[in-house]
């Protein structure tokens, strides 16, 4: 992250058990990098923030003026790999039904892809990602 903050990027890497959710709606850009365990379940650090993200009382503008992005770690020798209805898609989904707005599609990793983990869409499209960030009004 060191290369992001020599690029005028502001950044703070956190474990999401260590993010307040409630904060979410005064950040102007989150990268989000969430995996999969087990057979594409939610991993124990993220349950809480979840559960928050799901609150009722959250309305479709909670998170207007938050952009975002999402990448999705898995692995598709698992049965359930990175699947509609798992972490990165759902967050995804969620934080767009709560008024965020994606600045790049959603990338999906998977373990077993020559390259490693990192999907060709992504390694082409976070270095943008990173030059609109660079731009933002809030650096």
Request: proline share 4%; aromatic share 12%; hydrophobic share 40%.
């Amino acid at each position: 992250m060191h290369w992001m903050r020599r690029r005028g990027c502001p950044v703070a890497l956190l474990s999401i058990d260590c993010f307040n959710a409630g904060s979410l709606p005064h950040e102007d850009n989150v990268i989000f990098v969430v995996s999969t365990t087990g057979q594409g379940d939610t991993p124990d650090s993220m349950k809480a923030f979840w559960k928050f993200l799901l609150q009722r009382n959250l309305n479709q503008w909670w998170l207007e003026g938050v952009h975002y992005a999402v990448f999705g770690l898995g692995d598709s020798g698992y049965q359930k790999y990175n699947g509609l209805q798992f972490v990165a898609e759902k967050l995804d989904k969620r934080l767009l039904d709560l008024g965020a707005v994606a600045i790049v599609e959603r990338g999906l990793g998977d373990d077993q892809h020559p390259s490693g983990f990192i999907l060709e869409r992504w390694r082409i499209t976070f270095p943008m990602l990173i030059k609109m960030l660079q731009r933002s009004p809030s650096n």
